[in-house]
């Protein structure tokens, strides 16, 4: 018996000659939890017995909870892994035994790669493929009485990377996945340097040693240049190819199946006409991608993100050229790419990922550019992220997308004309400001402030039905646009109304801090006379559950306003106004 292994041991010996450790272990059979029962894993060295307790963690290998009879235990800091049950059974590697009164040998093959790892009973040396090596602990033999199985156990960190796969000791399981390497013969060199300046040697492919749930394809090359590979995505299929340019291949045309719930297939091949080296790699449709190109290769990082749409850009249109209309009152939203890509989406079908999306379509637009019409089942909120060739789009309820919303309410409407000054009519001159010139900012992709109007067209709402949209909105603010107008023809300018009995905050901001903060950006960015802050008990500010503000831009009885608020210069400058004025408070909550 190794004198060392001997001495550790003794360690655990209390009171006479065994150590007992009792832990209850939850093993998954045929996918349900079983009944908890006491384990103890019995050791025996020589003349000794020792018990210790087997691991109460589950064993996940790809992504996938398993049952099993023998547990890893931990013994003097390292943790130990049942062969037969972990290595062969779940694993599938090659075991076979031979034990004699003098010998215990074990031989341990992984079918993937040609590994080939044989040890012996309390040796503190293991062969792999033939040259020895020394590990930190001797294979063990542990029995378990309550089940009546014996396995042999190994180190658990020496034998995974051996064999080629990652794992991770995770607080609930130990964490297993398949880690394939492909390398190339040492002796592999450039064959026509005229043709070929890179050679491509080696892959691996894994999980990701600092997030188990990303997963890491890498590239080894002699020397690579941003321009000497090109990625090219195909979102209907869910595939990555990348082509290496004048880059020779070293490891063969294969095909390899993987299947660990993130890459199903990985595909290599060359062209010796175009001198180029092809990998293709087909993954899980819940993970996007990110890529990196080194001087030496590169990595392709899949990471599991959730999303509802993955849509595919065409070659030369550029993230930042899309554009949205959010048309929430039909839950649906629009996605305008510029230029006629129809045949492209027939070819690359967007992927959907939600079941909240009853259906999608695509069409040209009057001007000849790409629409794609995406239909919810119910009001959803909608947020486009910048990937590589494509962008996702995740929806959800407008409080979990936008991180601000205002409820806009254009005053009057329909039969209700509000104002009226020599063909002037304030309802008009509302939706205008609050809704054809203010949606081009709120709209826009440099937004931060998501917008919902209480009307869009010539319609009446009743005033206590328009503070109740708030909620359905999840709105944080209310912003109601008016018209003034008075007898005398002299009085004029600005005024901002909030209502004492709207005691709403918003982050410690009140209704009377909004008024006063939006009468000061209107004042400052319009040059109009100021008429302050007022409190008044309107419907829709008074009857309302978040801070709101009624503003009355400007008198229509007044020569000099009326001429302002007709121009649509100004009506644009207004509308910006206003939403620099909200924009602005939400940077103070």
Same mark, same amino acid.
């Given at each position: 018996?190794?004198?060392?292994?001997?001495?550790?041991?003794?360690?655990?010996?209390?009171?006479?000659?065994?150590?007992?450790?009792?832990?209850?272990?939850?093993?998954?059979?045929?996918?349900?939890?079983?009944?908890?029962?006491?384990?103890?894993?019995?050791?025996?060295?020589?003349?000794?017995?020792?018990?210790?307790?087997?691991?109460?963690?589950?064993?996940?290998?790809?992504?996938?909870?398993?049952?099993?009879?023998?547990?890893?235990?931990?013994?003097?800091?390292?943790?130990?892994?049942?062969?037969?049950?972990?290595?062969?059974?779940?694993?599938?590697?090659?075991?076979?035994?031979?034990?004699?009164?003098?010998?215990?040998?074990?031989?341990?093959?992984?079918?993937?790669?040609?590994?080939?790892?044989?040890?012996?009973?309390?040796?503190?040396?293991?062969?792999?493929?033939?040259?020895?090596?020394?590990?930190?602990?001797?294979?063990?033999?542990?029995?378990?009485?309550?089940?009546?199985?014996?396995?042999?156990?190994?180190?658990?960190?020496?034998?995974?990377?051996?064999?080629?796969?990652?794992?991770?000791?995770?607080?609930?399981?130990?964490?297993?996945?398949?880690?394939?390497?492909?390398?190339?013969?040492?002796?592999?060199?450039?064959?026509?340097?005229?043709?070929?300046?890179?050679?491509?040697?080696?892959?691996?492919?894994?999980?990701?040693?600092?997030?188990?749930?990303?997963?890491?394809?890498?590239?080894?090359?002699?020397?690579?240049?941003?321009?000497?590979?090109?990625?090219?995505?195909?979102?209907?299929?869910?595939?990555?190819?990348?082509?290496?340019?004048?880059?020779?291949?070293?490891?063969?045309?294969?095909?390899?199946?993987?299947?660990?719930?993130?890459?199903?297939?990985?595909?290599?091949?060359?062209?010796?006409?175009?001198?180029?080296?092809?990998?293709?790699?087909?993954?899980?449709?819940?993970?996007?991608?990110?890529?990196?190109?080194?001087?030496?290769?590169?990595?392709?990082?899949?990471?599991?993100?959730?999303?509802?749409?993955?849509?595919?850009?065409?070659?030369?249109?550029?993230?930042?050229?899309?554009?949205?209309?959010?048309?929430?009152?039909?839950?649906?939203?629009?996605?305008?790419?510029?230029?006629?890509?129809?045949?492209?989406?027939?070819?690359?079908?967007?992927?959907?990922?939600?079941?909240?999306?009853?259906?999608?379509?695509?069409?040209?637009?009057?001007?000849?550019?790409?629409?794609?019409?995406?239909?919810?089942?119910?009001?959803?909120?909608?947020?486009?992220?910048?990937?590589?060739?494509?962008?996702?789009?995740?929806?959800?309820?407008?409080?979990?997308?936008? /991180?601000?919303?205002?409820?806009?309410?254009?005053?009057?409407?329909?039969? !209700? $004309?509000?104002? #009226? %000054? =020599? @063909? *002037?009519?304030?309802?008009?001159?509302?939706?205008?400001?609050?809704?054809?010139?203010?949606?081009?900012?709120?709209?826009?992709?440099?937004?931060?402030?998501?917008?919902?109007?209480?009307?869009?067209?010539?319609?009446?709402?009743?005033?206590?039905?328009?503070?109740?949209?708030?909620?359905?909105?999840?709105?944080?603010?209310?912003?109601?646009?008016?018209?003034?107008?008075?007898?005398?023809?002299?009085?004029?300018?600005?005024?901002?109304?909030?209502?004492?009995?709207?005691?709403?905050?918003?982050?410690?901001?009140?209704? /009377?801090?909004?008024?006063?903060?939006?009468?000061?950006?209107?004042?400052? !960015? $319009?040059?109009? #006379? %100021? =008429? @302050? *802050?007022?409190?008044?008990?309107?419907?829709?500010?008074?009857?309302?559950?978040?801070?709101?503000?009624?503003?009355?831009?400007?008198?229509?009885?007044?020569?000099?306003?009326?001429?302002?608020?007709?121009?649509?210069?100004?009506?644009?400058?207004?509308?910006?106004?206003?939403?620099?004025?909200?924009?602005?408070?939400?940077?103070?909550?």
């Amino acid at each position: 018996m190794n004198t060392n292994f001997r001495t550790n041991i003794l360690k655990y010996i209390k009171y006479g000659s065994y150590l007992v450790f009792t832990v209850l272990m939850l093993a998954l059979a045929t996918g349900s939890i079983a009944k908890a029962s006491e384990t103890t894993i019995t050791i025996k060295q020589e003349d000794e017995e020792c018990d210790y307790e087997g691991s109460t963690k589950r064993i996940k290998y790809n992504g996938t909870s398993y049952s099993v009879e023998m547990l890893p235990l931990q013994i003097h800091n390292t943790w130990m892994v049942p062969s037969r049950e972990i290595l062969h059974k779940l694993l599938g590697c090659s075991y076979s035994v031979s034990e004699s009164e003098d010998n215990t040998q074990l031989t341990i093959k992984n079918p993937d790669r040609t590994v080939t790892l044989q040890f012996v009973k309390d040796s503190t040396s293991v062969t792999v493929n033939g040259k020895m090596q020394n590990i930190s602990m001797p294979m063990l033999k542990g029995s378990s009485e309550l089940r009546g199985l014996t396995d042999f156990y190994l180190p658990f960190d020496f034998v995974m990377k051996s064999l080629g796969y990652s794992w991770q000791n995770t607080t609930n399981a130990f964490v297993i996945d398949s880690y394939y390497i492909y390398t190339a013969a040492s002796n592999a060199k450039i064959r026509d340097q005229t043709k070929y300046r890179n050679i491509l040697n080696g892959i691996t492919i894994g999980m990701n040693t600092s997030n188990t749930q990303n997963y890491v394809l890498g590239l080894t090359a002699n020397s690579l240049e941003e321009s000497d590979i090109s990625y090219l995505p195909n979102t209907s299929e869910n595939s990555i190819t990348m082509k290496f340019s004048k880059t020779q291949n070293a490891l063969g045309t294969m095909t390899k199946e993987i299947h660990n719930g993130i890459i199903s297939t990985v595909k290599i091949w060359d062209s010796d006409s175009e001198a180029a080296t092809y990998i293709k790699v087909f993954y899980s449709k819940k993970y996007i991608y990110t890529q990196k190109t080194t001087s030496n290769g590169g990595k392709v990082t899949f990471s599991k993100e959730k999303y509802s749409m993955k849509i595919l850009l065409p070659k030369g249109v550029n993230f930042s050229q899309i554009t949205t209309t959010d048309q929430y009152w039909k839950k649906r939203f629009l996605i305008v790419i510029p230029g006629n890509h129809i045949a492209f989406y027939k070819k690359n079908k967007p992927l959907i990922n939600d079941s909240s999306i009853v259906r999608y379509s695509v069409s040209k637009t009057a001007s000849g550019n790409t629409r794609i019409i995406v239909k919810t089942s119910k009001l959803r909120g909608y947020k486009l992220s910048k990937r590589s060739d494509y962008f996702t789009v995740t929806i959800g309820s407008p409080q979990s997308i936008y /991180k601000n919303i205002v409820l806009l309410d254009a005053g009057h409407g329909g039969f !209700d $004309l509000g104002a #009226k %000054k =020599r @063909g *002037v009519t304030e309802k008009k001159l509302n939706l205008n400001i609050l809704y054809t010139q203010a949606k081009k900012y709120f709209e826009s992709n440099s937004s931060d402030v998501k917008a919902y109007w209480t009307r869009r067209n010539d319609t009446f709402v009743n005033l206590y039905q328009r503070p109740k949209y708030v909620k359905k909105y999840g709105a944080d603010l209310f912003v109601s646009l008016h018209m003034n107008s008075c007898p005398s023809s002299r009085v004029r300018g600005l005024e901002v109304y909030y209502s004492r009995a709207n005691t709403s905050k918003m982050s410690g901001i009140t209704s /009377k801090m909004f008024a006063k903060e939006m009468c000061n950006t209107l004042v400052k !960015d $319009l040059s109009c #006379k %100021k =008429r @302050g *802050v007022k409190q008044a008990g309107f419907v829709v500010i008074k009857h309302n559950t978040v801070p709101a503000i009624l503003i009355e831009l400007g008198f229509l009885t007044n020569s000099s306003d009326r001429n302002k608020l007709k121009s649509k210069s100004y009506q644009k400058k207004a509308a910006k106004s206003i939403y620099r004025g909200i924009s602005d408070i939400f940077k103070k909550r």
